[in-house]
Every structure is written in structure tokens, then in C-alpha cells.
């Protein structure tokens, strides 16, 4: 099963091929479809991750851990607050000895160069439980969601409406990767980074993925397949909760603009969900919603994730 991805670490989507995404997607639907026939092998039997958090998490935790068990391997949370890296130990000499433990290190931080330095200075696989930048697993689940409703990727229409944020960025990766045409809406201002933009743009040509950013959610919702949002205010950012607010209002998922797109069009949030900001409780619980599915789906792609990083 490991394939090309053996020992390798899960950083930014941008750093795959396109057949390494695929490969990511068809693993996660064998090791799900495994699972619900009730079939678990033990692919990481005696393995052990640690998870480092340098910020809160429901979905990202407890996914991780319990898909290492339900590969029978096991997982160590490490909230930063315990651990000597909160006392100055370095983040370098954290990985170095951490790596002499464990078989995988999957972290969520605020600077993405922590990220980047955990990867440097391990010897074992680093996976990117989500930092400032990036959010990968997120949008690795995400895809996989969508390819499961839609049964394909390529020439699929994903519009993001909010904040351009981790996430997005993240969204960006895949569909440049996967033949997504993707819209970003956002307030001007809030559009992705020049790195993001020269990552996606250097993707997207060998897969036909289209880029497009509006500041208008009506323009945007109109030929979508897929709506995506996230939170107005990132963590870290809660200072500027009540600022973000007023910016991002128009910015809101609710009936009335999802009456402007396509009947067929799905919600997608990674949640959590400020539920009366970014989205409504009519959105959010109605039929055009598949939250609930996505946040399962975390499990099965990052259960994919952690196989083939680390068998
Ligand atoms: N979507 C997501 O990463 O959720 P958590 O913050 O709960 O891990
Ligand atoms: N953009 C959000 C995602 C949470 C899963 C944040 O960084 O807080």
C-alpha cells in the first residue's frame, strides 16, 4: 500500500503529484469501504503518533487518533501548554528527540515555519494538522467528499465565499491539483497570497483547474457545484472577531443566496461552525448541507494519510 509516500511528510498539498493525490483518495475509499464491512487490518500495528497542539481542536484529535487505533497503532496527544516546548525548548530539538519515540508527528501550530521546522529536523514522517497557512487533511477530506458525491473531480465547480484563510489556501491546492475550477469570493483585500497564487498557478495548467476571485457571493454562487466556508475569524485571530464581523457579513451562507445557485449545489463547512455568522442554522441542517459527511471523511483520508506515510 505505502507507494511513493513511505517516510514522506504531509506538509502543504502542493508538495504532491497529481497521482500521489489520487492514490491518497483511492486509499481513503478502500480503508473507509473496509471499514464499514467491519474489516480492520492492523497497517500501523505497534506504530505510535504523537500529536502536537499548539491550538484547540475536536475533529482534527480525535480523527487521528482514533483512526492509529483502528490501524492498531496508537496515538500521544502532546498539547503544547505540557510539553518543554512551551518552557524554550526549541522546536528543532523537539523533533530530533521526539523522532527517537515515535513513528509519525502530526502538529497543529500557529507559524507555518513550525511546521516546516518539526519536518526538517525529524527523522520520522510530519503531517500538517493545520497551521496559519495551510490546512491539508482538511482539504484532502474535503475533495474526497466531493469526488464521493459527485463521483469525479475534474471540471467540478467549487466556489469559496468568506474569508481567504488556511483553508482556502488549502483548497486551492487540491483543486489545482485535481482539474477543480475554483472561485474565490471574498472581500478585496482578503485575496490568497502571492505564494498561493505562483503554487496554484504552477499546478493547475497540467490539470485544467481554473482560478477565478469575485467580491460578489451572488456572482460567485451561480454555476456552483459545490459551496464551501469557513469562519470569519481564524484562531489566533479572535481579537478581531467583532471587526471581521462587519467586514464578512455580506459574505454570509444563507438561503437566500444559495437560492441563486444551481438546485444541485452542496454546502460544505470544515467546522467548527459559528452558526448565525458564516452560515445559518437553515443552511447548515438543510438539505443542501454535507457537513456531517465531510468531518467523518477526515478520518478515512487521514487514516489514508498516516498508511501510507508511515507503514
Ligand atoms: N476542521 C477542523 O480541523 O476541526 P478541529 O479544529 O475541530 O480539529
Ligand atoms: N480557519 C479555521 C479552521 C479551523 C479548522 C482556523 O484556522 O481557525
Redesign the pocket.
Known sequence: MPGKLKGKNFISIHDLTSEEVQFVFDTTKLLKMEERMGIRRPILKDKTLGMIFQK??????VSFEIGMNQMGGKAIFLSSNDIQLNRGETVADTARVLSRYLDGIMARVFGHDTILDLAKYSSVPVING?SDFL?PC?AMADFYTMLEKSGKLQGLRLVYVGDSNNVSNSLMMAAAKTGVHITICSPQGFTPSDVIMNWYNQDAPSTGSTFHFTPDPIEAVKDADFIYTDVWASMGQEAETEKRRQIFKPYQINDTLLQKAPSHCLVLH???AHRGDEITNEVMDGPHSIVFDEAEN?LHAQKAIMALLMQ
Open positions: 484547540s481542536s475536536t475533529r482534527t484529535r493545520l490546512h482538511q470544515c467546522l467548527p477526515r
